[in-house]
C-alpha cells in the first residue's frame, strides 16, 4: 500500500469510527482527503453517516465537503443516514446543500429602497370609502386635488424645473364640476395628503385626492383647462418622467382604472355592474347571482403578482442579463414572469428562469417590491443563485441572454439611472450602449 493509499485509510477510519480529533488533525496537514473515496466509492461524510456520528459529520461539513457525491450504489451521504436511521444526520445533511451558494446572496439587513412608483404620499383611508357624506364634503372642498386621465393617460404639464420632467395636474374642484355630474367620468378616491393630516387633525382640514377618468374628447377638455397640459401619449417611458410623488399616486389611481375598463361586467355572471366603495369595488346588478353571497375577490380590484429576478452565477462574480425581442435595441433586464397559480415565490423564480435561460436556480431570496400600473402587476424582486451555467434561451419570449460581470453592469447603472430619471436621450442612451459594450 503507498503512502497516499495508506493515509487515506487512516482518515477513511477516523470517520467511521468518528473521531473528530483525529479527522481534524489530518484535514490541517492534508486538505486533500475530505472528498476522497475508499472502496465502493464511499467517502469520509458518507461513512460517518453510516455509523451515525453527527459530530464528525459536522467537522467534515465546516470543511466544506461535497455532500452530492453518490457511492458506487448511488447513494449520497443522506440516502445512507436514512437508510441506517440517523434522521438528525439526514436533516444536517439536507440543510447543508447550497449553503455555499446561499453566502452569495446579498445581505437583507438593508433599507427598504425608494423605488419609482412606491412612493405613498396619501393616507388612502379605505374606512371612509362608504361613507357617502364625508366624500361628498370633500368633492366640495377647494382645496381638493383632481386628477384627470382619459384612455389610463393622466393630464400632466412639462415640469418647471427640468424639461425631461412631467407633472400631474392638480385641478380643483371649481375646474371639475361638469366632469363631476357627467355619467362619462368614473371617480375614484384616492386618500389624503398625508403631510396636511399631521399638521391638521380636523377631519374638514384633510386634503382629498380624487381620479377622475372621463370618456369625453380630450381636446375640448384641454382647450377649456389648461393649455398647456395635455395626455401622456405613452405609459412607457412617459411615466417613468414623473416625479416620485406624482409617480406614487399614479401607480394606485392607473391600476384602479386599468381594472374598472377590463371588469365592466361581471366576471361570474357576465351581468351588468355599478361602482361602489368610491371606486374601488364593482357589484352585479343580476339578482341571485353567486358574487353577491359571501366576499369574493372578483368584485375588487386585481393585481397581478410577477417575480423579477436577478440571477447570480455560482462563481459570486457574474449576473444574468436577457432581453426580450420587444425591448429597444441593447437593453437587457432581469429575467421576470408572473407566478402561477398554486405557486410560491421561490418556485416562480426557479420555474421562470428555468423556461427562460435553461438555468436550474437553487436558493432564492426576497429583496423588494414595486408597483408596477401597466396596467396592474406587483413586481416582487429576488436574487437567486444558479447552479448550472449553460444558457439556452426559450427564443419565443427571449431573445437573449448572458452572464454580466460586476463591471460591466456597473459601468450601464448610469444609463440605467438615466432611464428612470426619465432621460430625454433614453433611447439614445440605449441604443449606444449595452451592458456588453
Ligand atoms: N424585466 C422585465 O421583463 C420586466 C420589468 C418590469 C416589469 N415587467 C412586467 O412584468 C410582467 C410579466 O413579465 P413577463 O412578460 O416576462 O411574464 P412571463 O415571463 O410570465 O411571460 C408573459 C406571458 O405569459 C402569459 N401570461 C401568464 N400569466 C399572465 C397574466 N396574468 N397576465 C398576462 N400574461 C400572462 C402570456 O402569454 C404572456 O405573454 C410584464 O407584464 C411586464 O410589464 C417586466
Ligand atoms: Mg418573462
Ligand atoms: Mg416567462
Ligand atoms: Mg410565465
Ligand atoms: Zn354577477
Not at 100 to 129: G, K
Not at 155 to 165: D, F, P
Not at 227 to 251: K, N, T
Not at 338 to 354: D, H, I, K, N, S
Request: aromatic share 6%; hydrophobic share 35%.
Amino acid at each position: 500500500m503507498s503512502v497516499r493509499d495508506e493515509l487515506l485509510q487512516r482518515f477513511l477510519d477516523a470517520a467511521s469510527r468518528g473521531d473528530e480529533e483525529a479527522l481534524s488533525l489530518m484535514l490541517s496537514q492534508s486538505r486533500e482527503l475530505l472528498d476522497q473515496r475508499g472502496e465502493q466509492g464511499w467517502s469520509a461524510l458518507m461513512l460517518t453517516a453510516r455509523n451515525g456520528h453527527y459530530d464528525a459529520a459536522r467537522v467534515l461539513l465546516s470543511n466544506g465537503c461535497d455532500t452530492s457525491v453518490t457511492n458506487r450504489s448511488g447513494q449520497t451521504a443522506r440516502d445512507v443516514a436514512l437508510f441506517w436511521g440517523h434522521r438528525h444526520i439526514a436533516r444536517l445533511l439536507t440543510s447543508s446543500p447550497g449553503h455555499h451558494l446561499r453566502q452569495l446572496l446579498p445581505s437583507t439587513d438593508t433599507e427598504e429602497p425608494d423605488i419609482h412608483f412606491n412612493r405613498e404620499i396619501l393616507d388612502r383611508m379605505s374606512d371612509r370609502r362608504s361613507d357617502g357624506e364625508w366624500l361628498a364634503s370633500r368633492r366640495a372642498s377647494p382645496e381638493t386635488v383632481f386628477l384627470l386621465f382619459h384612455a389610463l393617460s393622466p393630464l400632466v404639464r412639462s415640469g418647471a424645473e427640468r424639461e425631461e420632467q412631467i407633472k400631474l395636474c392638480k385641478l380643483r374642484s371649481a375646474a371639475v364640476q361638469e366632469l363631476l355630474t357627467s355619467s362619462r367620468t368614473l371617480e375614484v378616491f384616492l386618500g389624503v395628503d398625508k403631510q396636511q393630516q399631521q399638521q391638521d387633525d380636523d377631519d374638514d382640514g384633510m386634503v382629498a385626492w380624487f381620479a377622475l377618468s372621463t370618456e369625453d374628447d380630450p381636446t375640448q377638455l384641454l382647450k377649456d383647462k389648461d393649455p398647456s397640459s395635455f395626455f401622456l401619449q405613452e405609459a412607457m417611458p412617459g411615466l417613468l418622467r414623473l416625479s416620485d410623488d406624482d409617480a406614487g399616486v399614479v401607480a394606485q389611481a392607473r391600476s384602479v382604472l386599468a381594472w374598472h375598463s377590463r371588469y365592466r361586467f361581471c366576471p361570474t355572471c357576465g351581468g351588468d355592474t355599478k361602482v361602489e366603495e368610491a371606486g374601488y369595488k364593482r357589484t352585479c346588478l343580476r339578482a341571485g347571482c353567486r358574487s353577491l353571497q359571501g366576499v369574493h375577490n372578483t368584485c375588487y380590484p386585481r393585481v397581478d403578482p410577477v417575480v423579477i429576478m436577478l440571477v447570480l452565477h455560482p462563481d459570486g462574480k457574474q449576473c444574468m442579463l436577457g432581453r426580450k425581442k420587444i425591448f429597444p435595441p441593447g437593453m437587457f433586464s432581469c429575467l421576470a414572469g408572473f407566478v402561477e397559480p398554486g405557486e410560491t415565490l421561490e418556485a416562480a423564480v426557479r420555474r421562470e428562469v428555468q423556461e427562460e435561460s435553461g438555468v436550474q436556480v437553487g436558493p432564492v431570496q426576497y429583496l423588494s417590491s414595486q408597483a408596477w400600473p401597466m396596467p396592474s402587476c406587483l413586481m416582487i424582486g429576488c436574487h437567486c443563485v444558479a447552479v448550472t451555467t449553460d444558457i439556452k434561451v426559450d427564443q419565443n419570449e427571449i431573445e437573449e441572454a448572458r452572464w454580466f460581470t460586476r463591471q460591466q453592469v456597473c459601468r450601464n447603472a448610469a444609463l440605467h439611472q438615466c432611464l428612470s430619471n426619465g432621460c430625454s436621450a433614453v433611447n439614445g442612451c440605449r441604443q449606444n450602449e449595452s451592458p456588453n459594450s
